[in-house]
T-cell receptor
Framework: EDKVVQSPLSLVVHEGDTVTLNCSYE??????LLWYKQEKKAPTFLFML????IEKKSGRLSSILDKKELSSILNITATQTGDSAIYLC????????????FGKGTHLIIQP | EAQVTQNPRYLITVTGKKLTVTCSQN?????MSWYRQDPGLGLRQIYY???????DKGDVPEGYKVSRKEKRNFPLILESPSPNQTSLYFC????????????FGPGTRLLVL
């Protein structure tokens, strides 16, 4: 059974701080790892990391996949209150037929 | 506009009263899926469908049924809802082989009393 573990489960920081969110996984026939941001509605896609694309960056957000350690990190620099959300990590394996396996999420709160 | 729609968005019901949550997509996607989200548990897959008349169980299928009679629709049926099915439900769709790019519906918040 595929498994995704995120840490920490909850994090409170001040605006301007840098945060690192962690995701470790166990998946049969790993295909890809995805990061989502969720703000009181449906998750919105941030990044997809695969064996051929292990580092992604978009503005203040970046993510790295460590295939050896079976893990990924999501970094957010110069945090803003608008970054407050639940960040979800998910993996796809086994040919993808059974879809995404999600972690429990990290609830990030940015205080002004 | 490409989208996944769900109805209703909010529902309060009582134990045992059958209900259906509809899901429809306008992107001609083969793959559709239902998830539930509970505090501290992330999203868990209930059922998925790879195409018309092809459905399979996800991680938490107990108490749910689905059908896929048409490509665009994938209703979630709770034959006899119970309080432990109180949750936030998301429908999602993607083209086959491209499950990484799943489009999520807006969610249905269900309360079973």
């Amino acid at each position: 059974e595929d498994k995704v573990v995120q840490s920490p489960l909850s994090l409170v920081v001040h605006e301007g701080d840098t945060v690192t969110l962690n995701c470790s996984y166990e998946v049969t026939n790993f295909r890809s790892l995805l990061w989502y941001k969720q703000e009181k509605k449906a998750p919105t896609f941030l990044f997809m990391l695969t064996s051929s694309g292990i580092e992604k960056k978009s503005g203040r957000l970046s993510s790295i996949l460590d295939k050896k350690e079976l893990s990924s990190i999501l970094n957010i620099t110069a945090t803003q209150t608008g970054d407050s959300a639940i960040y979800l990590c998910a993996v796809i394996g086994r040919g993808g037929a059974d879809g995404l396996t999600f972690g429990k999420g990290t609830h990030l709160i940015i205080q002004p | 506009e490409a989208q996944v729609t769900q109805n209703p968005r909010y529902l309060i019901t009582v134990t045992g009263k059958k209900l259906t949550v509809t899901c429809s997509q306008n992107m001609n996607h083969e793959y559709m899926s239902w998830y539930r989200q509970d505090p501290g548990l992330g999203l868990r897959q209930i059922y998925y469908s790879m195409n018309v008349e092809v459905t399979d169980k996800g991680d938490v299928p107990e108490g749910y049924k689905v059908s896929r009679k048409e490509k665009r629709n994938f209703p979630l049926i709770l034959e006899s809802p119970s309080p432990n099915q109180t949750s936030l439900y998301f429908c999602a769709s993607s083209s086959w082989g491209n499950q990484e790019t799943q489009y999520f519906g807006p969610g249905t918040r269900l309360l079973v009393l």
